[in-house]
T-cell receptor, first 106, second 122 residues
Framework: SYELTQPPSVSVSPGQTAIITCSGD??????ACWYQHKPGQSPVMVIY???ERPSGVPERFSGSNSGNTATLTISGTQAMDEADYYC?????????FGGGTKLTVL | QVQLQASGPGLVKPSGTLSLTCGVS?????????WNWVRQPPGKGLEWIGE???????NYNPSLQSRVTISLDKSKNQFSLKLSSVAAADTGVYYC???????????????WSQGTLVTVSS
């Protein structure tokens, strides 16, 4: 079965750039999405189709996808960005989520 | 604004069947989108369960396929999940979610319900 691999944790200082990676076999040939998930809340999509931002998502969130790696970049990270982040793609008609990355802003 | 509301029993006995319903408001369930179930076991990540399209097509997580049924009730604008032969490993927060479809492409999980905790225990 298809797998997506993310680092368990990433730390960043406020105002700096956070980079979260997601690896999968030929992931660049698929579309990647990213979700922000805060405790006690429902996940929120922050990137779809590799690099598109849904309405209402701040411009500091950006994405890319090439080769075997998709990347979520948060520029000028704010304290409110602290959350778990999940990448997701479709393998045929099955949705696959990465294991999640806990972003700590300290 | 589409809203999804997941509901169902919060406690299910081992070997029993977990049943949840997702009510959709602010939009029609027969629109050209996929309707999904996702869960999160305690302390773990998100796991996709399966999806249904308005014309009845379904896709399931291969690891759960033998135990999962997702159905759709157009008259009530809702869809449902049944997971049979449950065990403690099926305990978790369950979400229903919409995947927007545009020209045969899935654009991601754009609307989510609140999570509903289901515990499998005797």
């Amino acid at each position: 079965s298809y797998e997506l691999t993310q680092p368990p944790s990433v730390s960043v200082s406020p105002g700096q750039t956070a980079i979260i990676t997601c690896s999968g076999d030929e992931l660049g040939d698929k579309y990647a999405c990213w979700y922000q998930h805060k405790p006690g809340q429902s996940p929120v999509m922050v990137i779809y189709h590799d690099r598109e931002r849904p309405s209402g998502v701040p411009e500091r969130f950006s994405g890319s996808n090439s080769g075997n790696t998709a990347t979520l970049t948060i520029s000028g990270t704010q304290a409110m960005d602290e959350a778990d982040y999940y990448c997701q793609a479709w393998d045929s008609s099955a949705a696959v989520f990465g294991g999640g990355t806990k972003l700590t802003v300290l | 604004q589409v809203q999804l509301q997941a509901s169902g029993p919060g406690l299910v006995k081992p070997s029993g069947t977990l049943s949840l319903t997702c009510g959709v408001s602010g939009g029609s369930i027969i629109s050209s989108n996929w309707w999904n179930w996702v869960r999160q076991p305690p302390g773990k990540g998100l796991e996709w369960i399966g999806e249904i399209y308005p014309r009845g097509d379904t896709n399931y997580n291969p690891s759960l396929q033998s135990r999962v049924t997702i159905s759709l009730d157009k008259s009530k604008n809702q869809f449902s999940l049944k997971l049979s032969s449950v065990a403690a490993a099926d305990t978790g927060v369950y979400y229903c979610a919409r995947v927007r479809r545009v020209q045969d492409s899935r654009l991601g999980f754009d609307y989510w319900s609140q999570g509903t905790l289901v515990t499998v225990s005797s």
